[in-house]
């Protein structure tokens, strides 16, 4: 186990190094450059003073080059400096360790994610499940039209309704920032209870479609299961139907499951973006959305990569996670 640890992780590294540079190509192809967003919208700016700027930020140099001088700082876990007015380094901006923990951006995206997986694999399957054995019930079709809804609905407009109707017609939860403006004053469980208060709808609007979605792919895997021969024969030799779900089906049903766990994580991730912007959460996503509307090309880079390597973390732990829940697997 531990060898094929050590060897999955040595696998990563070329996968990391080819996203890189993807990433790299893509942001620098687009059209614009982080100079504009400073001469475009300033008539007295030269064209011997743009060049200026853009050999200042190393934008006049090849791309190869430009790229091998951001590889050889990531050796060194250093993401550059963002191109932004405050001239900061990238790591400082994403975990600024004069903050506290739970403050800094890298954390606040993590733990929602992490919450929202929480959620979704907590609700999906026990909904997935009973589905499959109550197939073309009323609470079947009940769930069938909840998944559609689940995918229909954009994340953005769901944000907005909740937003509506929890936060200004009813006004029952704060609609924006992670906590409120008195917050200093307040007493720790004042405190927890004001965080939780400021993360219900981000984590519901988070939570939606990967619920939706997952219950039906769920609810697929365990029709399939217990169509097949042995739990006929388990059924025929009497066992209770609940052991026979539970114990027989539901096992194997959950097994591909476990290997969307490490997929889930990129569109999480992504999510982040919408619903940051939306309620206002200082988190990587809306730092994220910054940095592209102002071609911050060294925090970009840094987002990005830390995504990519949270991702191939999240797919080693589910292939893991199906290694121990399979014999099979083990054994080859």
């Given amino acids: 186990m531990f ?4 060897k999955r992780l040595f696998e990563m590294i070329p996968t990391l190094f080819g996203i890189t540079i993807l990433s790299f190509l893509i942001i620098h192809l687009a059209p614009g450059k982080p100079t504009d967003m400073l001469t475009d919208m300033n008539p007295k700016i030269t064209p011997e003073a743009r060049v200026k700027l853009e050999q ?11 790229y091998g001088m951001w590889l050889k700082r990531i050796v060194k876990l250093d993401f550059g400096e963002s191109f932004s007015t405050d001239r900061r380094p990238v790591m400082q901006k994403i975990w600024d360790t004069k903050q506290p923990l739970i403050e800094r951006r890298l954390f606040i995206t993590f733990m ?50 909740m937003m509506m109707l929890f936060g200004i017609q009813l006004d029952w939860l704060p609609i924006s920032g992670v906590k409120s403006m008195d917050y200093d004053s307040l ?11 400021h993360l219900i709808l981000p984590l519901f609007v988070s939570s939606f479609g990967g619920l939706a979605g997952l219950s039906r792919y769920m609810r697929s895997n365990m029709l399939e299961v217990i169509r097949q021969d042995y739990i006929t024969t388990a059924r025929a030799k009497g066992l209770p139907e609940s052991k026979v779900i539970y114990k027989h089906a539901m096992k194997n049903a959950v097994l591909p499951i476990i290997t969307l766990l490490g997929l889930s994580v990129p569109g999480l991730i992504g999510g982040s973006v919408i619903f940051e912007n939306i309620f206002g959460i200082p988190g990587m996503g809306q730092m994220f959305f910054m940095g592209v509307m102002t071609r911050d090309y060294p925090l970009i880079m840094g987002i990005l990569t830390i995504g990519a390597f949270l991702t191939l973390i999240g797919n080693l732990l589910a292939d893991l996670g199906y290694m121990f829940a399979d014999p099979r697997i083990r054994a080859r």
């Fill in 112 to 161: 929602i994610n992490v919450i929202s997986m929480f959620i979704i694999f907590l609700f999906a399957i026990p909904i997935g499940v009973s589905s499959a054995t109550h197939q073309y019930s009323l609470y079947d079709k009940f769930t069938t039209t909840f998944v559609f809804l689940g995918f229909a609905i954009p994340s953005f407009w769901l944000a907005l309704l």
């Fill in 3 to 6: 060898i094929y640890i050590i």
């Fill in 187 to 197: 007493t720790l469980l004042g405190k927890i209870w004001d965080r939780a208060q």
């Fill in 56 to 66: 200042y930020y190393g934008l006049d140099k090849p791309i190869t080059v430009q």
